[in-house]
């Protein structure tokens, strides 16, 4: 791309507002729209809709992605996010975007390609508005009376959003030669990005495996990182699946590589892993933000605008795992583990899915919940929709009453005050559940 063609920028105020950028990249450039956004001024744009109205600031948006000036490129990509992705959701426009933006990716002069990439999985992964915010009855009782209002129909409304989603994942998907190019580019940032939305991607495994497994040997630990967690996402969870992670946990040095492995392979094999295997897992959660070997950055690509692929939370990856065993064998594996964490994160949320195991899901609807500080203290509180009646002692099972018991005495996890137990129809705070145990034994 020539340096020139954004230089008239230089002298912009630096107070950059949504208007400003759109007017300064509004007007046709054909050495951009005709070489790296070819058939982008063919699309009707005014007739299509984003999450905030007709889509006319998609063109100046994508010009403005090969900016010569990093902050107009950011602020582009923050838009895009906020239009045609918002929230989660997708909308008309998203799929005329989606081949212009992997176009993109093609050029070696595009700048920031892991953005684009990232942008481009979360359209692959995106949901109907309608579908994500009204789930009840109620809400979707709601939702009629606003749409009649406006003499719109709630299930042609709701049938046209998912054609959206199919359509925007199907244009995703045309992109997978691209994305299998972009495993060798010459930046190692966009390498494991490709890695990443690959593994969003199962329709086109077939292609995308025989790749990565291919890429391994010749990756160092980071990307070797990325593919086995798109390797781990791609495979079918079954006991056959399981020959390169176990290649992976006996041969690699790397501690959290063979976490990663270890991970896979308890997924798949379930009860029947070996010892090793489980406590290789145990005694990773126990080093969880306190060990730098587990701060991996085959999940901490660093980014302005999007996150890191996979996220950056391993103590969820690690419940995860533990999760999938059935209730007795999962329990032992969370009781392990918890008696050596030592980060109260980590403890709530082997807590949260340890009760959730042992107590098979039967827990209170919630709409959420908020995190903040008070007095000093983390505070975790789920705002309940419906609660379940108080459970009695006497229904306990032994994988519960023993699940209940670590409990009480993980004195870390009673350092953040929070009602999670509540969602089971359990004494809330450590003493009451510690009396509650207690009276209902002695009695």
């Known amino acids: 791309m020539d340096n020139h063609l954004f230089d008239d920028l230089d002298d912009e105020p630096a107070a950059l507002t ?62 895009l996010f906020e239009t045609i992705w918002h929230q989660g959701t997708v909308y008309q426009a998203s799929a005329y975007a989606v081949p212009l933006l992997t176009r993109l990716l093609v050029h070696p002069e595009t700048p920031n390609k892991p953005g684009i990439i990232y942008l481009l999985a979360s359209l692959a992964d995106g949901h109907s508005y309608l579908a994500v915010h009204e789930r009840t009855e109620a809400d979707i009782a709601d939702a009629r009376e606003r749409l009649a209002r406006h003499g719109l129909d709630f299930e042609t409304e709701l049938h046209k959003e998912l054609g959206w989603v199919q359509q925007s994942r199907a244009a995703v998907l045309a992109g997978v030669p691209t994305f299998l190019q972009l495993l060798d580019d010459d930046d190692r940032e ?49 006991p056959s699946a399981v020959d390169v992670f176990e290649h992976a946990y006996d041969h690699e040095r790397n501690p959290t590589l063979r976490t990663l492995a270890a991970l896979a392979l308890l997924k798949r094999q379930g009860t029947s892993a070996p010892a090793a295997i489980v406590e290789t897992l145990i005694q990773a959660s126990q080093v969880l933000d306190t060990n730098p070997d587990y701060r991996y950055d085959a999940w901490m690509v660093d980014a302005r605008f999007y ?23 999962g329990a032992q594996h969370f009781l392990a583990a918890l008696a050596g964490v030592r980060n109260n994160d980590v403890a709530h949320i082997f807590v949260a899915r340890l009760l959730d195991l042992v107590f098979h899901g039967q827990r209170a ?44 005495q993980h004195t870390l996890f009673w350092t953040t005050d929070t009602n999670l137990l509540e969602l089971y129809g359990l004494p809330s705070t450590r003493g009451s559940l510690q009396e509650w145990l207690f009276q209902s034994r002695s009695g």
């Open 190 to 238: 966009v390498q494991a990005f490709a890695r990443y939305i690959l593994s969003l991607l199962p329709e086109a495994a077939s292609a995308s495996i025989p790749r990565l497994v291919d890429r391994m040997p010749n990756d160092d630990d980071t990307l070797r990182g990325h593919t086995l967690l798109a390797l781990d996402a791609l495979l079918p969870i079954a």
């Open 18 to 79: 949504v208007s400003r950028l759109i007017a300064m990249y509004q007007s046709p450039q054909p050495d951009i729209d005709e070489v790296f956004l070819a058939g982008m001024t063919d699309i009707h744009w005014a007739d299509l809709m984003h999450a905030h109205g007709a889509a006319t600031d998609v063109p100046p948006l994508l010009r403005a992605l090969l900016s010569h000036d990093p902050d107009h490129r950011d602020f582009a990509l923050k838009l």
């Open 307 to 329: 996150p890191a692929p996979w996220g950056l939370d391993r103590a969820e990856d690690i419940a995860g795992a533990f999760a999938a065993c059935d209730s007795a064998t």
């Open 365 to 408: 609807e919630v709409r959420g919940a908020t995190y903040s500080m008070r007095d000093g203290r983390d505070v975790i509180e789920y705002r309940i929709r419906q609660p379940i009646p108080p459970r009695q002692r006497t229904t306990l099972d032994p994988n519960q009453e023993a699940a209940l018991t670590a409990i009480v």
